[in-house]
C-alpha cells in the first residue's frame, strides 16, 4: 500500500514569506509527527497529533510554527515569517498504536531552504 | 521528560568486523526502545525495538540489549556489510506516551 506522502520535496523560499508543507499519512494511521531535521542533525519533535485528542505541541520552537489536522488524513505545518534558521527538512510520520508497536513510518520529507 | 543520549556519534568499522552503539534514557517510566536507521538522502526506517520486559532481541545480523537497572541500551550489529553504513537514532518511550524521544544518532560508516 501507498506509504506516507510529503509535499512538496523541496521548497525555496524568501526570508519572510510563509509556507505550508503537507503530510498524507498512511490511511488508518491515527498518529502523526512532525519533526525537524536540520543539516547532520537528529530528528527533533516539533508536534503530534493522536485521533481527536488536543495535539501536543510541546516541541514548536516559536509562534511563527503551527499545524493542524483533518480528522485522521492530511495534515499541514505552517512557518510564519520564515527565517534562515528556519532551513531544514521537514519530516512527517505516521502511526498505528496497536499497543505492540509504536513503529513509526516517516515520509520522504520536505527541503526546505530560506534564501 | 526523557532525554536520550547516544554514544559515539560516528564510528568506523572494518566490514566484517562488529559494530555498537548505546543510549541512555533518564525516565524510569521508559518501556519501548526502537532503533532507526537512516541512509543518506533517505526516510528513517525502524530496523529493530524492544520492550522493557525482555533483556535482549535479535533478528539475524542486528540484536539490541537492554538493561534497565542501568538504563541504557544497545545496538549490535555483526558480519558489518557496506549497506549497513547509515545514521543510526535510537529512542525511547513508554506504552501511554507515544511521543518518541530521539538520540542525537551515529554515523556508522563500514570500510571494505
Known amino acids: 500500500g501507498a506509504g506516507v506522502s510529503q509535499s512538496p520535496s523541496n521548497k525555496v523560499t524568501e526570508k519572510g514569506k510563509d509556507v505550508e508543507l503537507r503530510c498524507d499519512p498512511i490511511?488508518?494511521?491515527?498518529?502523526l509527527y512532525w519533526y525537524r531535521q536540520r543539516l547532520g542533525q537528529g530528528l527533533e519533535f516539533l508536534i503530534y497529533?493522536?485521533?481527536?485528542?488536543?495535539?501536543?505541541k510541546s516541541g514548536l520552537p516559536s509562534d511563527r510554527f503551527s499545524a493542524e489536522r483533518t480528522g485522521e488524513s492530511v495534515s499541514t505545518l505552517t512557518i510564519q515569517r520564515t527565517q534562515q534558521e528556519d532551513s531544514a527538512v521537514y519530516l512527517c510520520?505516521?502511526?498505528?498504536?496497536?499497543?505492540?508497536?509504536?513503529?513509526?513510518?516517516f515520509g520522504p520529507g520536505t527541503r526546505l531552504t530560506v534564501t | 521528560g526523557e532525554n536520550v543520549e547516544q554514544h559515539p556519534s560516528t564510528l568506523s568499522v572494518q566490514e566484517g568486523d562488529s559494530a555498537v552503539i548505546k543510549c541512555t534514557y533518564s525516565?524510569?517510566?521508559?518501556?519501548?526502545f526502537p532503533w532507526y536507521k537512516q541512509e543518506l538522502g533517505k526516510r528513517p526506517q525502524l530496523i529493530i525495538d524492544?520492550?522493557?520486559?525482555?533483556g535482549e532481541k535479535k533478528d539475524q545480523r542486528i540484536a539490541v540489549t537492554l538493561n534497565k537497572t542501568a538504563k541504557h541500551f544497545s545496538l549490535h550489529i555483526t558480519e558489518t556489510q557496506p549497506e549497513d553504513s547509515a545514521v543510526y537514532f535510537c529512542?525511547?518511550?513508554?506504552?501511554?506516551?507515544?511521543?518518541?524521544?530521539f538520540g542525537t544518532g551515529t554515523r556508522l560508516t563500514i570500510i571494505p
Open positions: 510520520a505516521s502511526s498505528l498504536l496497536t499497543g505492540l508497536t509504536y513503529e513509526q513510518y
Open positions: 490511511s488508518g494511521h491515527t498518529a
Open positions: 497529533f493522536q485521533g481527536n485528542s488536543a495535539p501536543d
Open positions: 525516565d524510569s517510566a521508559s518501556n519501548y
Open positions: 529512542a525511547a518511550s513508554y506504552f501511554g506516551n507515544e511521543k518518541l524521544t
Open positions: 524492544i520492550r522493557s520486559n525482555v
